[in-house]
């Protein structure tokens, strides 16, 4: 949640003195808050939450899932044209190469001690189908002419999504600031950056 919501929030100040600024509606508002809860608290935040049960390898591998989903969802939903043997084919080749990749580590893929197996990779499948949903409803929904200012209004309401459930899990009565490290600082930053200012905006 701070993450986004600092990154939103230095999006919205720079697209809000770029000379394509318009003044967001309330139907902006509201596809933004649709797409940045489906792609920041069900997409990202579904990936975090997995992370607690199974390894970043079997996540790398469950969200490569991701675009059977945008192919499914775009037929199905947009109505766009049935995939074809070549666009099934890609996917295939695509989850395989992720397979590959991780293939060999044996039981490592999942939680060392195998508890909560079956919540993670859920998590994570319904993580990759938020994420596609939202990138689906996105591309429907009205949005201002800025990109800078559409992202920035999808990261601060899918920021506000994200704090309330941190509330509602009582992550606020466990946080110690005292307790954060140098090196948990130095990682925010760099999600800051380089996973919210430059590559969710790309």
Do not use: C
Not at 35 to 43: C, K
């Amino acid at each position: 949640g701070s993450r986004f919501a600092l990154a939103g929030a230095i999006l919205f100040v720079i697209a809000r003195f770029s000379k394509d600024y318009e003044r967001p509606t309330a139907k902006h508002w509201r596809t933004s808050f649709i797409v940045g809860t489906l792609l920041l608290l069900g997409g990202n935040g579904g990936v975090v939450l997995a992370q607690q049960y199974i390894s970043s390898s079997m996540t790398a591998l469950l969200v490569a899932t991701e675009p059977m989903w945008v192919v499914l969802l775009s037929w199905l939903w947009l109505k766009s044209e049935k995939p074809n043997w070549k666009v099934a084919a890609g996917l295939l080749v695509g989850f395989v190469g992720v397979w590959f990749l991780i293939a060999g580590r044996g039981p490592g893929g999942f939680g060392s001690d195998g508890s909560g197996q079956t919540f993670g990779i859920v998590a994570v499948m319904a993580a990759a189908l938020s994420w596609a949903a939202g990138s689906m409803y996105g591309l429907r929904g009205a949005t201002p002419k800025s990109s800078l200012l559409t992202a920035g209004m999808q990261m601060l309401s899918g920021s506000l999504a994200l704090f309330i459930v941190g509330i509602l899990r009582g992550e606020w009565a466990s946080f110690d600031p005292a307790a954060v490290s140098s090196n948990s600082m130095f990682a925010l930053g760099y999600l800051l950056v380089f996973g919210s200012l430059l590559g969710f905006t790309a």
